[in-house]
């Protein structure tokens, strides 16, 4: 996926970073919760499972932190190596599924159509050209709107979510709005703007007030910048970015609180990108995923086997993967600091382990 080495450079460095900062911590320690009392789950094969991967290989991770809900009740967390179960870090794409979730918050406001051009959102904000007048919001979303993947401006703190969709705006398109599904950071670039154009607030605070403060998520933040990397720049613990996965499982709602309506939260079941031909996609051969809806990849239940399905996840460039299993009621969290390779290889292995203890007590 490193066509493209500065943002990989840059998002290592970030993670770097806020690692030596004390996102993580208890360095080689431990920490485990034993299934909640009376749910009858024995995940020791689990543990040893995700422990497996840690180590200094190229194909294994320095640390991890892990947690799992099933039925509403986190009954494992556990952490290892270089994480504890508190440590916060860079989530990269991750990012992308809570980023689509404040869209459709506004969606239920009626301040967007996810059906309308952009161009009516962005009042004068940005010159938007003739090229990209039938680019909708939905397609930015679903990243079939032909802006390619990356734009330098998505790692240029000095300058302003404006300035960088200009830069956006006056790119080529890799193809015609529609016509085929092309992976694009930039593409919800634009999409935080129209937020900011709709709400008159920072992009920090449409994601704040509609999704990360109703769930009481502390630790997700995307720093202190005008030039917020919407699609891939926030930073997040495995036990918040739960909250968020249970409130996507429950259709919407979250302790009593409805965050988004049932019809927005359900658009996540269903691909929409249909049989688009795909142009770029980050995930490697054989990822097991065969859809994909607003910000979040749609599991090939048949070739991964063991999910009824629908089965979601918004895996991330450093490994980080949070999944749910609509048909098994579970939602989990997997983070850690690494590559995409493997954080898919820790995601297989663990569903696999989550899968037959939900099948041993059903």
Same mark, same amino acid.
């Given at each position: 996926?490193?066509?493209?080495?500065?943002?990989?450079?840059?998002? $290592?460095?970030? &993670?770097?970073?806020?690692?030596?900062?004390?996102?993580?911590?208890?360095?080689?320690?431990?920490? !485990?919760?034993? +299934?909640?009392?009376?749910?009858?789950?024995?995940?020791?094969?689990? =543990?040893?499972?995700?422990?497996?991967?840690?180590?200094?290989?190229?194909?294994?991770?320095?640390? !991890? &932190?892990?947690?799992? /809900? $099933?039925?509403?009740?986190?009954?494992?967390?556990?952490a290892a190596g270089e994480f504890s179960t508190g440590s916060v870090v860079p989530i990269a794409s991750s990012a992308k599924a809570p980023a689509a979730a404040a869209i459709l918050a506004l969606v239920d406001e009626g301040l967007i159509d996810l059906a309308a051009?952009?161009?009516?959102?962005?009042?004068?904000?940005?010159?938007?050209? *003739?090229?990209?007048?039938?680019?909708?919001?939905?397609?930015?979303?679903?990243?079939?709107?032909?802006?390619?993947?990356?734009?330098?401006?998505? &790692?240029?703190?000095?300058?302003? *979510?404006?300035?960088?969709?200009?830069? $956006?705006? /006056?790119?080529?398109?890799?193809? #015609?709005?529609?016509?085929?599904?092309? !992976?694009?950071?930039?593409?919800?670039?634009?999409?935080?703007?129209? =937020?900011?154009?709709?709400?008159?607030?920072?992009?920090?605070?449409?994601?704040?007030?509609?999704?990360? =403060? @109703?769930?009481?998520?502390?630790?997700?933040?995307?720093?202190?910048?005008?030039?917020?990397?919407?699609?891939?720049?926030?930073?997040? &613990?495995?036990?918040?970015?739960?909250?968020?996965?249970?409130?996507?499982? /429950?259709?919407?709602? !979250?302790?009593?609180?409805?965050?988004?309506?049932?019809?927005?939260?359900?658009?996540?079941?269903?691909?929409?990108?249909?049989? *688009?031909?795909?142009?770029?996609? +980050? *995930?490697?051969?054989?990822?097991?995923?065969?859809?994909?809806?607003?910000?979040?990849?749609?599991?090939?239940?048949?070739?991964?086997?063991?999910? $009824?399905?629908?089965?979601?996840?918004?895996?991330?460039? #450093?490994?980080?993967? @949070?999944?749910?299993?609509?048909?098994?009621?579970?939602?989990?969290?997997?983070?850690? /600091?690494?590559?995409?390779?493997?954080? #898919?290889?820790?995601?297989?292995?663990?569903?696999?382990?989550?899968?037959?203890?939900?099948?041993?007590? @059903?």
């Open positions: 996926m490193c066509s493209c080495r500065s943002v990989c450079a840059s998002a $290592i460095l970030m &993670s770097f970073l806020l690692l030596m900062l004390g996102g993580c911590s208890d360095s080689g320690s431990y920490g !485990y919760e034993a +299934p909640a009392p009376g749910t009858g789950y024995d995940f020791d094969a689990l =543990a040893s499972t995700l422990d497996g991967f840690v180590g200094d290989d190229e194909n294994e991770v320095s640390g !991890y &932190s892990f947690v799992l /809900d $099933i039925g509403g009740t986190t009954v494992f967390q556990r051009p952009v161009s009516r959102y962005l009042n004068g904000a940005v010159v938007w050209p *003739l090229s990209k007048s039938a680019i909708t919001m939905g397609m930015l979303l679903n990243h079939t709107s032909g802006i390619p993947f990356n734009s330098p401006c998505l &790692s240029r703190q000095e300058m302003t *979510l404006q300035a960088c969709v200009q830069e $956006i705006a /006056d790119t080529q398109l890799d193809f #015609l709005p529609g016509t085929m599904f092309g !992976y694009s950071g930039a593409g919800y670039q634009v999409a935080g703007l129209v =937020a900011q154009q709709v709400t008159g607030q920072s992009w920090a605070a449409v994601i704040r007030e509609r999704v990360t =403060a @109703p769930l009481g998520m502390s630790s997700y933040s995307y720093g202190n910048t005008q030039n917020p990397r919407v699609a891939g720049g926030a930073v997040s &613990s495995a036990g918040d970015y739960l909250r968020f996965a249970r409130m996507m499982l /429950d259709g919407g709602t !979250y302790g009593g609180r409805t965050v988004l309506s049932p019809a927005q939260a359900a658009k996540i079941r269903t691909s929409q990108i249909g049989v *688009l031909g795909s142009f770029f996609s +980050p *995930l490697p051969p054989g990822a097991g995923v065969d859809g994909y809806s607003f910000g979040w990849w749609i599991s090939d239940v048949a070739g991964l086997g063991g999910s $009824i399905g629908p089965e979601v996840s918004d895996p991330g460039l #450093l490994g980080t993967t @949070p999944w749910i299993e609509f048909g098994r009621n579970y939602a989990a969290v997997l983070l850690v /600091d690494s590559n995409t390779a493997n954080g #898919l290889a820790m995601w297989k292995a663990a569903r696999a382990r989550i899968q037959e203890q939900i099948a041993a007590h @059903p």
